[in-house]
């Protein structure tokens, strides 16, 4: 069966620009994660959704940045006015629920560059 | 806050060498503990997991064992191949709601023939 997927596979912007990165979860999956992962880091959490809700945002860095799963399956991550540091790889993820010790299933990632 | 911490790479062997990652943890209550790899040009997958203390988690031939005492995870394997090669991630889920992963700066292994 199909996979997370994510697009673009890469993104390369201007400083101060608008962006948005898409997320397909596996079909059925109620549970949806984004996080960001800097060269040579581990993944940092961003946001998490159950269902169409943002259960929680904590991660997001700063207002600049919001994400949507207006049907409960495809979730969009928009990061505004765009920096230099916003460049990372975004990784989105999902789970069939958020219940304790579940998989997160990862798609390749969105590599974003900031120029 | 809950953290991760991951000896630093690159771990370098030679086949069939035994193979230690340390992984040790801070967090609140009884969190779920995770080890993720992610071999050249592919995403993250699960390797493992332990949902409670004493569990061990194994798959592929890589065991860790959920030790609340020393709050740790450590990634073992008995004898590696060329094909281990990748980084590894050490990863804890809160026991509270919600399951979003908290992971440790990752390990690479390289392993030569």
């Known amino acids: 069966g199909a996979g997370v997927s994510q697009t673009p596979s890469n993104k390369v912007t201007e400083k101060g620009k608008y962006v948005e990165l898409r997320c397909d979860p596996i079909?059925?999956?109620?549970?949806l994660y984004w996080y960001r992962q800097s060269l040579g880091q581990g993944p940092e959490f961003l946001i998490y959704?159950?269902?169409?809700?943002?259960?929680?945002d904590s991660g997001l860095p700063n207002d600049r940045f919001f994400a949507v799963r207006p049907e409960g399956s495809v979730s969009t991550l928009k990061i505004q006015r765009t920096e230099r540091g916003d460049s990372a790889v975004y990784l989105c993820?999902?789970?069939?629920?958020?219940?304790?010790?579940?998989?997160?299933?990862f798609g390749p990632g969105t590599r974003l560059t900031v120029l | 806050g809950n953290s991760v911490t991951q000896m630093e790479g690159p771990v370098t062997l030679s086949e069939e060498a035994f193979l230690t990652i340390n992984c040790t943890y801070t967090?609140?209550?009884?969190?779920?503990l995770f080890w993720y790899v992610q071999y050249p040009g592919e995403g993250l997958q699960l390797l493992l997991k332990?949902?409670?203390?004493?569990d061990k988690g194994s798959n592929k031939g890589f065991e860790a064992t959920y030790r609340k005492e020393t709050t740790s995870f450590h990634l073992e394997k008995g004898s590696v191949q060329v094909s281990d090669s990748a980084v590894y991630f050490c990863?804890?889920?809160?026991?509270?709601?919600?399951?979003?992963?908290?992971f440790g700066g990752g390990t690479r292994l390289m392993v030569k023939p």
């Open positions: 993820a999902s789970s069939p629920s958020p219940y304790r010790g579940n998989e997160q299933f």
């Open positions: 079909s059925g999956h109620t549970a």
């Open positions: 959704f159950q269902g169409t809700g943002a259960a929680d």
């Open positions: 967090a609140t209550g009884y969190p779920s």
């Open positions: 332990a949902t409670k203390a004493d």
């Open positions: 990863a804890l889920s809160p026991s509270n709601a919600g399951n979003m992963l908290t």
